[in-house]
């Protein structure tokens, strides 16, 4: 591979090629056939206060489709006024159907928010002072990314000011850390079983190191969603033409979906598809790290 190609690791930190919103709702104030103030009056928005109320996980993005929910999120100390409401970790969560689509509201102390901002700046990377993956809980990782998508209903300044409390690009490089130190046992345990002839039980670490590796890759290019369910459709979206980019999802495919590894494969065959997988993995993980 060219160096030029290696070198070409950084990405657009916006625009919908980055699964960042589209916009192009916000002059009709509707979304998904719904209009803001209908979706807002589901918990008694607007109320004279300044609240910051914003639309945001896949409904505001490129990776919609016509059985999205809406996600809304509240940052306030208030709880909820819905009929069907749960409480997770420090969020409210509030559950409504409008015209048949599923309206979902958070609930975010504002504290609550600053102290995640605040933990993010006092991050130092590089330095493993916790258990991989425990600086932050999953929900709290979801916060940031959709808080970084959102796209504002009521008092924009004041969800623009939110939004410039948070490191973006130091919370992407942050998940790209923790997700290599994951790899580095995963790669051990392939290693073990390939030595200790398991080839069923190397097979499947080696496609986890593919996925795993697929992650690292798109935190490097500035990606913030912890979520899986998505990988494919954003390592599309992040296509900047490169051939290294090319490369990546060429083998990524060709390892998710071996025709050679699969149940009663020649073990000759897995033992090279396992192998693949390792290769696969040094090579994202070497380009990734600083």
């Given at each position: 591979?060219?160096?030029?190609?290696?070198?070409?690791?950084?990405?657009?930190?916006?625009?919908?090629?980055?699964?960042?919103?589209?916009?192009?709702?916000?002059?009709?104030?509707?979304?998904?056939?719904?209009?803001?103030?209908?979706?807002?009056?589901?918990?008694?928005?607007?109320?004279?206060?300044?609240?910051?109320?914003?639309?945001?996980?896949?409904?505001?993005?490129?990776?919609?489709?016509?059985?999205?929910?809406?996600?809304?999120?509240?940052?306030?100390?208030?709880?909820?006024?819905?009929?069907?409401?749960?409480?997770?970790?420090?969020?409210?969560?509030?559950?409504?159907?409008?015209?048949?689509?599923?309206?979902?509201?958070?609930?975010?102390?504002?504290?609550?928010?600053?102290?995640?901002?605040?933990?993010?700046?006092?991050?130092?990377?590089?330095?493993?002072?916790?258990?991989?993956?425990?600086?932050?809980?999953?929900?709290?990782?979801?916060?940031?990314?959709?808080?970084?998508?959102?796209?504002?209903?009521?008092?924009?300044?004041?969800?623009?000011?939110?939004?410039?409390?948070?490191?973006?690009?130091?919370?992407?490089?942050?998940?790209?850390?923790?997700?290599?130190?994951?790899?580095?046992s995963a790669?051990?345990?392939?290693?073990?079983?390939?030595?200790?002839?398991?080839?069923?039980?190397?097979?499947?670490?080696?496609?986890?190191?593919?996925?795993?590796?697929?992650?690292?890759?798109?935190?490097?290019?500035?990606?913030?969603?912890?979520?899986?369910?998505?990988?494919?459709?954003?390592?599309?979206?992040?296509?900047?033409?490169?051939?290294?980019?090319?490369?990546?999802?060429?083998?990524?495919?060709?390892?998710?979906?071996?025709?050679?590894?699969?149940?009663?494969?020649?073990?000759?065959?897995?033992r090279r598809?396992v192998e693949?997988?390792?290769?696969?993995?040094?090579?994202?993980?070497?380009?990734?790290?600083?």
């Open positions: 591979m060219p160096s030029e190609a290696l070198g070409a690791r950084s990405s657009p930190d916006g625009g919908s090629a980055a699964g960042e919103p589209s916009r192009a709702h916000a002059a009709d104030r509707s979304i998904a056939g719904l209009a803001y103030e209908r979706i807002l009056a589901l918990e008694g928005f607007p109320d004279g206060s300044d609240t910051i109320v914003y639309l945001s996980g896949s409904i505001v993005t490129p990776l919609a489709n016509p059985w999205s929910d809406v996600d809304v999120f509240v940052l306030s100390d208030r709880r909820p006024h819905g009929p069907s409401t749960l409480t997770e970790g420090r969020s409210a969560v509030s559950l409504h159907v409008l015209d048949s689509r599923g309206v979902d509201y958070e609930f975010w102390p504002p504290a609550t928010a600053r102290a995640l901002a605040e933990r993010l700046a006092c991050l130092e990377l590089g330095v493993a002072t916790h258990n991989v993956r425990q600086l932050f809980t999953y929900a709290e990782e979801c916060f940031v990314h959709r808080l970084r998508v959102g796209v504002p209903m009521l008092n924009a300044d004041g969800f623009r000011a939110f939004q410039a409390l948070f490191g973006f690009e130091k919370f992407a490089a942050y998940q790209g850390q923790e997700v290599i130190r994951t790899i580095q790669y051990q345990d392939a290693c073990g079983m390939l030595e200790a002839a398991d080839l069923v039980s190397a097979v499947f670490s080696g496609r986890h190191l593919v996925d795993l590796s697929a992650d690292v890759y798109l935190h490097r290019r500035g990606h913030t969603d912890p979520g899986t369910k998505w990988r494919s459709r954003y390592l599309e979206l992040f296509d900047d033409g490169s051939a290294f980019h090319r490369e990546v999802v060429d083998t990524y495919w060709q390892l998710e979906f071996p025709e050679t590894a699969g149940r009663g494969a020649d073990p000759a065959a897995r598809y693949d997988c390792l290769r696969f993995s040094r090579r994202v993980t070497s380009w990734a790290q600083p």
